[in-house]
Every structure is written in C-alpha cells, then in structure tokens.
C-alpha cells in the first residue's frame, strides 16, 4: 500500500478511482461533488439515479463516464453535529466501504478529497487523521492520493500522513 498527497483538481486524475464526497442523493451538489458531476457529466447523474441514493457512511461505484478516471466511488460523508452522533465512525465508515468497493472492482489506484470536510462541516484536522487511519488499515494492495484542492487543505492532508508514519 502506497499513500500520498497532492494539491489540484481530482477530475483531472488519470486514476482507475477518484472518489466522490457525495450526498445521499448522489445526484451532485456543490464543491467536488458538483464538480465531478460537471466534469463526468450527464450519463454519471443518469447513473446515479438509477442508483436510488446511498446510506451515509457507505459507498457507490460508478462508471467514470468524461473523466479520466474509469470509476468514481461515491462516498457519503456525515454531517458534523458537533462530534457527538457518531461523525467519526460514519466518515471511517465511508473510507472503508469506499476501499472495498476497489478491491472487489480490481482497482489499483485510488484518489480521495477530503470527505465531508466542505459544506458538511466535519473539522479538517480531525477528517484527516480518520481518513488516513481508515486508508492504513484497508487499502491493502493500493496506490492512494489524498488530493487537497487548495494548500490549506493539501497541507492538512500532508501532515495527517507524516504524523501517521511516524
């Protein structure tokens, strides 16, 4: 298992998976989400309502359709309520059922945002480390990128992985 950061725009990743913050409607939405729908564009929203929606801290697969990544994982983060309805097990939950569906689809490389760390609120510092935890411990086999759109989030990123390998 290799794990790595970097800073830029997830659509424009040649991966086998780039995984998607999703809502539960998996029918796009704002930041990544949006921006995934957009790049893919209109089969993936097609695709996913044919899905009929996912459970928060679960995963969805679908096919890549206009970007360069042959899937998307669409991954439904929790809401943050304070830290205190079960945040944290929701969003390792969601990394996980995320990691699964690659290894049953044969995926090698993966790329993740920083799931339910926009709109939903989830504290950057803490989603990090959670993430990094759950990709440690069920990306067995895997190449991940962990990709920050902006320094500020690719710089929380980078840290939640060196403070890992240490």
Same mark, same amino acid.
């Given at each position: 298992?290799?794990?790595?950061? *970097?800073?830029?725009? !997830? &659509?424009? %990743? $040649?991966?086998?998976?780039?995984?998607?913050? #999703?809502?539960?409607?998996?029918? +796009?939405? +704002?930041?990544?989400? /949006?921006?995934?729908?957009?790049?893919?564009?209109?089969?993936? *929203? =097609?695709?996913?309502?044919?899905? /009929?929606?996912?459970? &928060?801290?679960?995963?969805?697969? &679908?096919?890549?359709?206009?970007?360069? $990544?042959?899937?998307?994982?669409? #991954?439904?983060?929790?809401?943050?309520? +304070?830290? &205190? =309805?079960?945040?944290?097990? %929701?969003?390792?939950? $969601?990394?996980?059922?995320? *990691?699964?569906?690659?290894? #049953?689809?044969?995926?090698?490389?993966?790329?993740?945002?920083?799931?339910?760390?926009? !709109?939903?609120?989830?504290?950057?510092?803490?989603?990090?480390?959670?993430?990094?935890?759950?990709? %440690?411990?069920?990306?067995?086999?895997?190449?991940? !990128? *962990?990709?920050?759109?902006?320094? /500020?989030?690719?710089?929380?990123?980078?840290? #939640?992985?060196?403070?890992?390998?240490?």
């Amino acid at each position: 298992m290799r794990i790595s950061t *970097l800073q830029g725009d !997830i &659509t424009r %990743l $040649a991966m086998d998976a780039i995984v998607n913050a #999703a809502n539960r409607t998996l029918l +796009g939405g +704002g930041g990544v989400d /949006g921006a995934i729908h957009r790049a893919a564009g209109p089969e993936l *929203l =097609a695709e996913c309502r044919a899905i /009929g929606g996912c459970p &928060t801290g679960e995963a969805r697969i &679908t096919r890549g359709y206009g970007l360069p $990544a042959r899937y998307v994982i669409h #991954a439904v983060g929790p809401v943050w309520q +304070g830290g &205190t =309805a079960g945040e944290d097990d %929701l969003l390792a939950s $969601a990394y996980r059922h995320s *990691l699964l569906l690659a290894q #049953a689809h044969d995926i090698a490389r993966i790329a993740f945002p920083a799931i339910s760390t926009g !709109i939903y609120g989830f504290p950057a510092e803490r989603a990090a480390r959670i993430a990094v935890a759950a990709i %440690l411990d069920h990306a067995a086999g895997l190449e991940v !990128i *962990l990709v920050g759109f902006d320094a /500020g989030s690719h710089a929380t990123l980078r840290q #939640a992985v060196d403070e890992a390998r240490r």
